[in-house]
């Protein structure tokens, strides 16, 4: 297991500065996709952020 620095995360939102969303390692279009092999796959971690999203929305 390992972890990373990304010069394209903005921390305050938690987004990525260069795919201007939400912050998802290896999504396409990250420098870290095809590099990495991930625990859970990418497509899976999407889900649940914009699942985590909705919910959001629904709460406000």
Request: net charge positive; proline share 5%; with cysteine.
């Amino acid at each position: 297991m390992s972890s990373f620095s990304c010069p394209h995360l903005n921390e305050k939102g938690n987004t990525c500065l260069r795919l201007k969303t939400d912050c998802v390692p290896g999504r396409k279009g990250c420098v870290l996709s095809k590099k990495f092999q991930f625990a859970v796959p990418v497509e899976e971690r999407i889900k649940m952020q914009n699942s985590k999203e909705e919910s959001k929305k629904i709460r406000e």
